[in-house]
Every structure is written in C-alpha cells, then in structure tokens.
C-alpha cells in the first residue's frame, strides 16, 4: 500500500478523542483510510466522518482544518497519510 503525505495533526482533544488535521497538500473524504505517524504514534483508520468548524463536511482540500474521530492517542505534529492503492 502506498501512502501519501496529506497533513499534520495541529490540535488533540483526548477526552473525546478528536484529532484537528490541516491539509497541507491533497484532499480527503469520508471513506478514505488514514495513517497518522509519529514519534509513538502508528493509527490506520478509515474516516467515518469529519467536521470543518462544526459542520459536518464529505470532502476536504488542500488549506483546510478539519476534525476527525480517531481510534488510539495522537499527538500534535505526527503526519498524516492517506493510504492510496
């Protein structure tokens, strides 16, 4: 499977367990599978949902914050990877 640099994580909300990503380059959309890389962090997931400011949205581009549940612990400025292929 090959992997495709999106963006970062800018912000983690634990208690909910929300991760902010900005798109740096390339777009997401409901259905895509992720994987989030850091220093301790290693998450693959496919996107169930995801919001820009509170709105619920099935697409995002490049420029864009938007949040997302995650399955597991991220941490500010892991790298997020679509996983293409």
Known sequence: MEEK?????IKFFGKI?????RLSEGSLKVGDTIHIVGHTTDVTQTIDSMQIENKSVPEAGPGADLGIKVNG???????VYKVVG
């Open 17 to 21: 367990s929300v991760a902010a990503i």
């Open 73 to 79: 612990r991220v941490r500010e400025h892991d790298v």
């Open 5 to 9: 640099k999106i963006g970062e994580i």
